[in-house]
């Protein structure tokens, strides 16, 4: 069964707008940390976001900003004020470091499309 | 914030031989470093674990036979598709970690096309 959950394979949204990206994980870990990187088409694989599992403060990294909702597995990124340079794909991850010390789990990803 | 360096960027090879790809951290010593691949249409997954004072740890369905790697010191590891074929192209990500709780960084990956 997967343990990241990503629905949505495709997003389209004009720049400027506020987009929500969501996230489902499966874990029966107390301490995990979800993730959230951006796959650029070049290859790279950019670190935007973390949310710890004991950590009630709402992250937030520039634009970039989490909802997590631990009672329903579900970790949202929410990215403000779009911009053509956000286009690309986005991967939830999930690490669960008692069960495999170093293992990223990844969703299938999201493709976003900002259009001008 | 953390670099992670990979060569080549991109590569191609003929079905059968081998290609060997690198990773390096730059500014700070990773304890951990993990390849993973993208196949075509599918997520990244997870090909094997190196730390510091442990042995390089594979997942299922990845062996050392067929990807060695060798990880001679903090900054630095390597990874060789032996006999690569169709199904082993992709993209080959390397995420190095500084320590335990640290988040995983990863570079821009190899591209991996096979003939």
């Known amino acids: 069964a997967e343990k990241v959950i990503q629905v949505w394979s495709t997003a389209s949204r004009q720049e400027g707008e506020e987009l929500t990206l969501d996230c489902s994980y499966e874990t029966s870990q107390v301490l995990y940390h979800l993730f959230w990187y951006k796959h650029l088409l070049s290859g790279e694989m950019v670190f935007l976001i973390r949310q710890t599992s004991s950590s009630t403060a709402k992250e937030r990294s520039g634009r970039y900003s989490v909802v997590f909702q631990k009672s329903l597995k579900s970790i949202s990124l929410i990215i403000s004020a779009l911009q053509p340079d956000d286009s690309g794909k986005y991967f939830c991850?999930?690490?669960?470091?008692?069960?495999?010390?170093?293992?990223?789990?990844f969703g299938k990803g999201t493709h976003l499309h900002v259009l001008p | 914030g953390a670099l992670v360096y990979q060569y080549p960027r991109r590569t191609i090879c003929k079905s059968g031989t081998s290609m060997r790809m690198e990773c390096q951290a730059v500014?700070?010593?990773?304890?951990?470093v993990a390849w993973y691949r993208q196949s075509p249409q599918k997520t990244f997954e997870l090909i094997a674990l190196?730390?510091?004072?442990?042995?390089?740890?594979?997942e299922q369905n990845f062996t050392q036979e067929k990807f060695p790697i060798s990880h001679p010191n903090l900054s630095f590891s390597s990874m060789t598709v032996l006999n690569a074929y169709l199904e082993d192209r992709g993209l080959y990500l390397c995420g190095a970690r500084r320590a335990v709780q640290d988040t995983q960084y990863f570079g821009p990956g190899t591209r991996l096309l096979v003939l």
């Open positions: 190196s730390t510091v004072n442990s042995a390089i740890k594979y």
């Open positions: 500014g700070f010593q990773a304890t951990s």
């Open positions: 991850a999930l690490w669960e470091p008692d069960t495999n010390a170093y293992k990223v789990i």
